[in-house]
């Protein structure tokens, strides 16, 4: 058997992203409903985020509902919806066990008030902790530039900057990912070959790994493999 990476003593990453996509492919091939492809994708999340802690990853940034996922019907959102609070219930109540600080990148005001409530609560009552979980909902990479520019554009009509204060280190600071350092791996499983809005910015320089696994199949031996990979490449940051 493969040493798994925790075996090894491999570095791990930072700060790892995932793109959590392939849960209706799932559930269609069981003949189930899209629902039970997300219910078994949101206990896939629970398992890689407990085995990131156990490596020692710092952040992990997943992407849980992009600005384009209202396309989806009414059923299959509140059925992701619905989940999605069962699940902050429950890391609201395991908060002093689990020692995960939620951060939430997206815009929450689109959310229903109860899931806003429940995100604000899990980021505030977890704010001390160190291992960071991003969790991105109604998140778009295009739609944080936007608000990143506007945020600025306003500092400068307030006159708090002048237009060409700005730099990168300054853009950054108004994105949702403010203080936290960019991804330095980018796993999607599903089998799709693109980034779907995701993380635009701060993938600058990340290493994607491309998986042809659906989510809710996705388990840390998968994880392994990825971060395996992950060492294989040849970071150059445009150096020769
Ligand atoms: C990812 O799985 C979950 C969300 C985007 C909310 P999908 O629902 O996109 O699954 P596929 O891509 O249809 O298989
Ligand atoms: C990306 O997956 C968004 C999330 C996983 C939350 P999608 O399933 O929405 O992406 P596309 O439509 O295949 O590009
Ligand atoms: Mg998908």
Redesign the pocket.
Known sequence: MTPSVSENKMPVPCHIAI???GN?RWAKKRGLPRSAGHAAGAESFRKIANYCRTLGVKYLTV????T??WKRSQEEIGGIMRLLGTYLNEAIRDMEKNRVRFRFFGDLTRLSPQLQKLCIEAQNRSKDYDVQVNF?LNYGGRDELVRAARGFAQDVKDGRYAPEDLTEDLLAGYLYSADVPDPELIIRP?G?L?T???LLWQSAYSEYVFMDIL?PDFGPEDLDRAIAEYHRRNRRFGGA
Do not use: L, P, Q, V
């Open positions: 793109i959590m996509d209706g992407y849980a509902f992009s384009e996922n991105c599903s799709e693109r779907s809005n995701f989510w």
